[in-house]
T-cell receptor, first 112, second 116 residues
Framework: AQSVTQLDSHVSVSEGTPVLLRCNYS??????LFWYVQHPNKGLQLLLK??????LVKGINGFEAEFKKSETSFHLTKPSAHMSDAAEYFC??????????FGAGTRLFVKA | DTEVTQTPKHLVMGMTNKKSLKCEQH?????MYWYKQKAKKPPELMFV???????INESVPSRFSPECPNSSLLNLHLHALQPEDSALYLC???????????????FGPGTRLTVL
């Protein structure tokens, strides 16, 4: 069975410092993984996706994620946080047949 | 253009009302989805339409009735809802490549539904 675990429910950083949002997955085969961001009372915006091509995936707004099969991880990073990055972030694994599994989400707070 | 639009943005309805949520995309996608999202929770899948046919119904109560009039439109008809149905309802679309891991879902902004 496939699953996804976001290791932190909340992360707080200062503006200009690096961001690390952690995601571990469980899959019996090579998964497709996504990161979405959701600002308050908004829909979900795709940040980036991994679909078995390059293991380092670059997304929008300076975010990137690295797929590490040996660690079953797909952590999201950004070198320098901006106030506008404050939002909820979801790690998602595609399970096939139109179905996906969402992680519980990580709320990112950015302090001035 | 990766835009999915939803109307209305907000909806307040009584438990005896009948209302509809609408979703539209013009990306040529052939799969469309309805999700329900409660506060501080991830989205939960409700329905999936593939090539205008209902493909997935996640045991959703019959007071929610989906409709896919054509490949660009998706409706969710609401009747006799309960206060616990209050939530953000999200529509999404994807190319419809069910067997391929590149089938990325694109989400609309959602409709905030309040049932009184």
């Amino acid at each position: 069975a496939q699953s996804v675990t976001q290791l932190d429910s909340h992360v707080s950083v200062s503006e200009g410092t690096p961001v690390l949002l952690r995601c571990n997955y469980s899959s019996s085969y090579s998964p497709s993984l996504f990161w979405y961001v959701q600002h308050p009372n908004k829909g979900l915006q795709l940040l980036l996706k991994y679909t078995s091509a390059a293991t380092l995936v670059k997304g929008i707004n300076g975010f990137e994620a690295e797929f590490k099969k040996s660690e079953t991880s797909f952590h999201l990073t950004k070198p320098s946080a901006h106030m506008s990055d404050a939002a909820e972030y979801f790690c998602v694994v595609y399970t096939g047949g139109f179905k996906t599994i969402f992680g519980a989400g990580t709320r990112l707070f950015v302090k001035a | 253009d990766t835009e999915v639009t939803q109307t209305p943005k907000h909806l307040v309805m009584g438990m005896t009302n009948k209302k509809s949520l609408k979703c539209e995309q013009h990306m040529g996608h052939r799969a469309m989805y309805w999700y329900k999202q409660k506060a501080k929770k991830p989205p939960e899948l409700m329905f999936v339409y593939s090539y205008e046919k209902l493909s997935i119904n996640e045991s959703v109560p019959s007071r929610f009735s989906p409709e896919c009039p054509n490949s660009s439109l998706l409706n969710l008809h609401l009747h006799a809802l309960q206060p616990e149905d209050s939530a953000l309802y999200l529509c999404a679309s994807s190319q419809g490549l069910a067997g391929q891991n590149t089938d990325t879902q694109y989400f609309g902004p959602g409709t905030r539904l309040t049932v009184l």
